[in-house]
């Protein structure tokens, strides 16, 4: 198989706009093979997440099993791209795993995996990296004269009415962005390493197109034609630690950066919004309805006449921070404004 049997999707974690194009690329590739970022060891949980029990948000959840308190989680929620990656393998009878490194290595001690001098945290493995690659959406955000990445992939890929080509766009930026980069972390270039072995092999197994879905930032590297004994060097002596793996309920404000998870998004709920209202115009006005609908039932006056006000402050909002619509800050302002007296 050649290179171009194999598309690359980058997409942002928990990202209701990079789901909702990766279902179209998907329907349209039709590849035999889905490749997911994630615990490789957990690969067999996957098909799990189809079953009608699976009620997301859910987490895959990995402890040592010498230290059941040591915990890890991976969170999927209805809008995450990996959830709706998956629900289409095995609708599609494709093949879907996981290749990212397995949890037997990610809970082993960061001083084995890692081979750094930190304390052993993985806060302090990232502490190493720059800026541009700690973060690479915030950086690309301020060289496009926003704020912040949250408001910028909004515009840019989660609520632009004709994103276009978009995977191949955050490709380029992407690579662009790690171009004469510094040596990563060690941590994060054997993760890396591993997926692209873990590619390699999916293209000798299977005949026919094969997608792989990861973090934007991983696109370039994972592109990238190197040795395999390079990688296989890397992760060579790699700490391992026997490990539990299970699926476990998972909350919606747990999926927020608020609560300290990463990847998290900055609102949840606003998030799970825009995937159930995809393909409509008016979900702007759908979320301004549902605010009015809380408020009344807690007592609150709210008449129609401030929804509208509400509604058009939200677009007036828009226009002066020169977004393409209204996001999840124009119409939270709005909100406080109209409706909060």
Same mark, same amino acid.
């Given at each position: 198989?050649?290179?171009?049997?194999?598309?690359?999707?980058?997409?942002?974690?928990?990202?209701?706009?990079?789901?909702?194009?990766?279902?179209?690329?998907?329907? *349209?590739?039709?590849? #035999?093979?889905?490749?997911?970022?994630?615990?490789?060891?957990?690969?067999?949980?996957?098909? $799990?997440?189809?079953?009608?029990?699976?009620?997301?948000?859910?987490?895959?959840?990995?402890?040592?099993?010498?230290?059941?308190?040591?915990?890890?989680?991976?969170?999927?929620?209805?809008?995450?791209?990996?959830?709706?990656?998956?629900?289409?393998?095995? &609708?599609?009878? !494709?093949?879907?795993?996981?290749?990212?490194?397995?949890?037997?290595?990610? &809970?082993?001690?960061?001083?084995?995996?890692?081979?750094?001098?930190? +304390?052993?945290?993985?806060?302090?493995?990232?502490?190493?990296?720059?800026?541009?690659?700690?973060?690479?959406?915030?950086?690309? /955000?301020?060289?496009?004269?926003?704020?912040?990445?949250?408001? @910028?992939?909004?515009?840019?890929?989660?609520?632009?009415?004709?994103?276009?080509?978009?995977?191949?766009?955050?490709?380029?930026?992407?690579?662009?962005?790690?171009?004469?980069?510094?040596?990563?972390?060690?941590?994060?270039?054997?993760? *890396?390493?591993?997926?692209?072995?873990?590619?390699? /092999? /999916?293209? =000798?197994?299977? +005949?026919?197109?094969?997608?792989?879905?990861?973090?934007?930032?991983?696109?370039?590297?994972?592109?990238?034609?190197?040795?395999?004994? *390079?990688?296989?060097?890397?992760?060579?002596?790699?700490?391992?630690? =026997?490990?539990?793996? &299970? @699926?476990?309920? @998972?909350?919606?404000?747990?999926? !927020?950066?608020?609560?300290?998870?990463?990847?998290?998004?900055? %609102?949840?709920?606003?998030?799970?919004?825009?995937?159930?209202?995809?393909?409509?115009?008016?979900?702007?006005?759908? @979320?301004? !309805? =549902?605010?009015?609908?809380?408020?009344?039932?807690?007592?609150?006056?709210?008449?129609? !006449?401030?929804?509208?006000?509400?509604?058009?402050? %939200?677009?007036?909002?828009? #226009?002066?921070?020169?977004?393409?619509?209204?996001?999840?800050?124009?119409?939270?302002?709005? /909100?406080? %404004?109209? $409706?909060?007296?």
């Amino acid at each position: 198989m050649g290179l171009s049997d194999v598309s690359y999707f980058g997409i942002r974690h928990h990202g209701p706009g990079s789901a909702d194009s990766l279902v179209q690329a998907l329907q *349209e590739l039709k590849p #035999v093979a889905v490749l997911i970022e994630g615990p490789a060891d957990a690969s067999p949980l996957l098909p $799990l997440l189809a079953r009608p029990e699976m009620q997301p948000p859910v987490a895959l959840l990995c402890y040592p099993e010498d230290d059941p308190a040591s915990t890890s989680f991976w969170p999927f929620a209805e809008f995450s791209p990996e959830y709706q990656a998956t629900l289409w393998a095995v &609708t599609n009878n !494709a093949a879907v795993r996981f290749i990212d490194l397995p949890s037997s290595a990610r &809970t082993a001690p960061i001083e084995a995996v890692g081979e750094t001098e930190s +304390d052993g945290t993985e806060a302090n493995v990232e502490a190493d990296l720059a800026p541009h690659l700690r973060d690479p959406i915030g950086t690309l /955000a301020q060289a496009a004269g926003y704020e912040d990445g949250e408001s @910028w992939w909004s515009d840019i890929i989660e609520q632009n009415p004709q994103p276009g080509p978009i995977f191949a766009a955050i490709a380029d930026a992407m690579t662009t962005l790690r171009d004469g980069e510094g040596p990563l972390a060690a941590f994060e270039a054997k993760r *890396e390493a591993h997926m692209r072995l873990e590619i390699a /092999a /999916a293209r =000798k197994e299977f +005949d026919g197109p094969i997608a792989i879905v990861c973090g934007a930032f991983h696109v370039p590297a994972l592109q990238a034609t190197r040795p395999l004994k *390079e990688d296989q060097a890397l992760l060579k002596g790699l700490a391992r630690r =026997k490990s539990m793996m &299970t @699926w476990a309920p @998972w909350t919606g404000p747990r999926l !927020a950066l608020g609560f300290g998870y990463g990847a998290g998004v900055v %609102a949840p709920g606003w998030c799970k919004h825009l995937w159930q209202t995809r393909g409509q115009g008016d979900a702007s006005v759908l @979320w301004l !309805a =549902k605010i009015a609908a809380v408020l009344r039932a807690k007592g609150h006056m709210v008449s129609t !006449a401030s929804l509208i006000e509400a509604e058009r402050l %939200a677009r007036t909002l828009a #226009v002066i921070r020169e977004r393409p619509k209204p996001g999840f800050e124009e119409l939270r302002d709005a /909100a406080i %404004a109209a $409706l909060f007296n």
